[in-house]
């Protein structure tokens, strides 16, 4: 069995090249294949995807450090465990340790995999460790999704040597490809996993590129073999016709049984040999990379780094090469999978850093860290997440509004790629503007300050950022309708962010699905099959992705479509601002800035849904759309007050108490726009299209 690495691009057959230069949905990654391997490793060398909001990678560390150091390993148990008390990471040459990603489409089973290597390994023993190590944050658990990239170290015996493994187990959704991204940039291979009952899907595709292009060794697994409609033999060949990858490179398993599972590592060690092991020069002066940092209240900002050269050590001075600023080591060690401290860390190894930083905007994620007295060239560094999606967020209870303050405050500093602004609206009071990565990251947000922090927020209309463009050139971003000059729109021109889209989908819903994408703007790309299914690609403007395009797919598709984009640069639009009327008044969150063809029937459309979502009150409500001073759109809802106690007969207190109790829980999501009672889902009616 070999590895697919870099130097495999030559093995690939001039049809499988094909295939991937035409499925492949987000890079140009056809322009290397038929360079011979000096020029390609030139041209990755210089590969920046400017446009990209996924990708950040702009010279693979594997390729900037020509140097490596082997000597001997420290002895282990049977299983690779060692003594922790007496760990001495300098007994861990370069050549024994292997630094890898596991990288999947989401559900197809990273952290099920990844914590069975934890199992296996002896890192986590207690039935509590076996939980979700990996899934740390309570959201994270209870949704079953990763958010944040999970860094764990682990040692493992093979032909008689200890070898010290480091995996990330990384987030599946399109929202926070930024963390595989980056998670890449601090390792030399990648575990590719894919569901033995779904195949190949659209981040598979997004995924493996983004490792390919980083010239990394890619270990491909086959999981859940263990369910009854697995289709390995089908898969296989999705592999192979999507990625060129053999039945002897893929290994089958199932995180959920184990089986399978005892392959994995040694793949990692045997296959890539010692071509795989971290480069970078043990004598020479300290650069480190930090790849990732958190907050912890305890212990302040915990940076995840990789030392690319020299040692880094407890007590010595390092210097950030973004802020300059100057640190003492506090703390140096690895996760294992909680922190272990071990007094330094050698080049090739990943582990954590804590300096005395006090937020995280100190540890800025792709800064270089170095010895002060022997300054080094910076690493290339990584391209700032950018917000996408952005909403304002108000407290049910406008008293909670220095408690919302204080929570988001915390939680950015575990989340820096969350951006916030004061903000204040006519109709919900105080709040703040707040820039998220996409619609999941919006509501993931949401829900920890609920649940961390026990604060009920409403979260009004999401909208893209747009960019209003005068006369002279100049550009402004639009995060708000408010920011939309109406009396003066006509002096300005307006410009959309758009995205490149891939879309797999069983061969029988292609109809349903062109007509979808058409009816979002989408202007298609590329349409190719592979075996049963076909992968589309569709340039769409974001906006439209992010009104219930993903539901809307999957429910055309029974579910089984899978949908992966990236940001792709901007394109005029002729923008306009439809204003929502309540009783006569303006409600500012409900205001939506929309391509003026589309006006109209987004008025109405917007104008129907709230008047099944907005409860009937004690008095009539006229609910309106409005472009300029023009009304295109009326709904009105009689009045009523409905009775919840009606059917208590007179006499039973309790009983009424309960229900008003029950009826008052039921409002805490609401606002009172002038007096009328407006819940959530009605701030959110935008979001939905048919
Ligand atoms: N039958 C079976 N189910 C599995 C296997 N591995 C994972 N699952 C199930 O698949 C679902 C998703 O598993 P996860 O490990 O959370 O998937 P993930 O790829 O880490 O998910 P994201 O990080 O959110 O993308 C869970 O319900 C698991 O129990 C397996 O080998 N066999």
Redesign the pocket.
């Known amino acids: 069995m070999s590895l697919l690495r870099l130097s495999g691009i030559q093995r690939l057959s001039p049809s499988v090249r094909q295939t991937i230069r035409s499925t492949t949905p987000l890079r140009n990654f056809a322009s290397h294949v038929n360079k011979p391997l000096q020029s390609c490793i030139a041209s990755l060398r210089h590969l920046s995807f400017s446009s990209s909001n996924r990708t950040s990678l702009t010279v693979p560390s594997v390729l900037s450090h020509p140097k490596r150091c082997f000597s001997t390993s420290p002895e282990a148990d049977q299983q690779g465990r060692v003594d922790t008390q007496r760990l001495d990471m300098s007994k861990f040459p370069q050549s024994h340790i292997r630094n890898f990603s596991v990288i999947?489409?989401?559900?197809?089973?990273?952290?099920?995999?990844?914590?069975r290597l934890l199992e296996m390994t002896g890192t986590i023993n207690t039935e509590e460790e076996k939980g979700a190590p990996l899934?740390a944050l309570q959201v994270?658990k209870e949704?079953?999704?990763?958010v944040k990239a999970h860094s764990t170290s682990m040692f493992y015996k093979y032909n008689g040597e200890t070898y010290l493994i480091n995996l990330i187990?990384?987030?599946?959704?399109v929202d926070f490809g930024y963390e595989v991204s980056r998670s890449l940039y601090a390792t030399q291979g990648a575990v590719l996993?894919v569901?033995a009952c779904q195949g190949v899907q659209a981040q598979t595709m997004a995924n493996f590129f983004l490792a390919f292009d980083a010239g990394l060794a890619i270990v491909p697994v086959i999981?859940?073999?263990?369910?009854p409609s697995a289709q390995i033999n089908q898969v296989q060949e999705e592999l192979m016709k999507s990625f060129g990858i053999t039945e002897e490179e893929t290994l089958l398993?199932?995180?959920?049984?184990g089986m399978g599972v005892e392959k994995i590592l040694p793949a990692i060690i045997k296959n890539g040999g010692n071509e795989d092991s971290p480069m970078g020069n043990p004598a020479g002066p300290l650069k480190v990379l930090l790849f990732d940092s958190s907050f912890d209240r305890f212990r302040g900002v915990v940076c995840l780094v990789k030392v690319m050269d020299g040692v880094l050590k407890r007590g010595h001075k390092i210097a950030s090469a973004y802020t300059k600023q100057v640190y003492e080591v506090q703390d140096v060690g690895i996760l294992y999978p909680t922190q272990l401290n071990t007094g330094a860390l050698y080049t090739g190894q990943v582990g954590f850093l804590i300096a005395g930083m006090k937020t995280v905007k100190e540890a800025q994620v792709g800064d270089t860290l170095f010895d002060p007295s022997s300054p080094v060239e910076a690493l290339p560094g990584f391209k700032p997440s950018k917000p996408m999606v952005f909403a304002g967020l108000y407290p049910v209870d406008s008293s909670d509004l220095e408690k919302l303050k204080d929570a988001m405050a915390k939680l950015t500093l575990n989340d820096s790629s969350v951006t916030l602004q004061k903000e204040t609206s006519d109709a919900l009071g105080m709040g703040f503007r707040c820039g998220f990565l996409g619609l999941l990251h919006m509501d993931v947000f949401t829900e920890r300050l609920e649940q961390e922090y026990g604060l009920t927020v409403i979260v009004t209309a999401p909208t893209v950022p747009f960019k209003m463009i005068d006369a002279e050139g100049n550009e402004t971003m639009i995060n708000n309708p408010s920011q939309f000059p109406e009396g003066e729109a006509g002096k300005y021109t307006y410009k959309e962010p758009m995205v490149n889209a891939s879309i797999v989908v069983p061969s029988e819903f292609v109809g349903p699905v062109l007509v979808l994408c058409e009816g979002r703007r989408g202007v298609q790309q590329d349409m190719n099959h592979m075996d049963t299914r076909v992968i589309f690609k569709y340039k769409l403007p974001l906006s439209e992705i992010n009104t219930n395009f993903f539901d809307r797919l999957k429910q055309i598709t029974s579910g089984y479509a899978t949908l992966d984009y990236e940001e792709c640069g901007y394109e005029p639009v002729s923008l306009t601002k439809v204003n929502i009327m309540i009783n006569g008044s303006p409600v500012d969150p409900l205001a939506l800035l929309v391509p003026r063809e589309r006006a109209e029937d987004m008025g109405r459309e917007i104008v129907t849904r709230l008047r099944e979502l907005i409860d009937r009150q004690l008095f009539a409500v006229a609910i309106q759309a409005s472009i300029g001073s023009r009304i295109v759109a009326r709904e009105s809802l009689s009045a009523l007050r409905k009775d919840v106690t009606a059917k208590c007969y007179g006499g039973d207190v309790t009983r009424k108490r309960k229900l008003l109790e029950k009826q008052k829980e039921g409002k805490k999501r609401m606002k009172m726009i002038g007096n009328v009672e407006v819940k959530q889902e009605a701030f959110l009616a935008v979001l939905k299209r048919d």
Not at 143 to 146: E, H, P, Q, S, V
Not at 223 to 227: E, G, L, P, Q, R
Not at 253 to 257: D, N
């Open positions: 999947a489409h989401i559900d197809h089973g990273k952290t099920t995999l990844s914590n899934d994270e949704r079953g999704i990763t187990d990384t987030p599946g959704h996993v569901d999981n859940k073999i263990d369910m398993a199932s995180g959920k049984t």
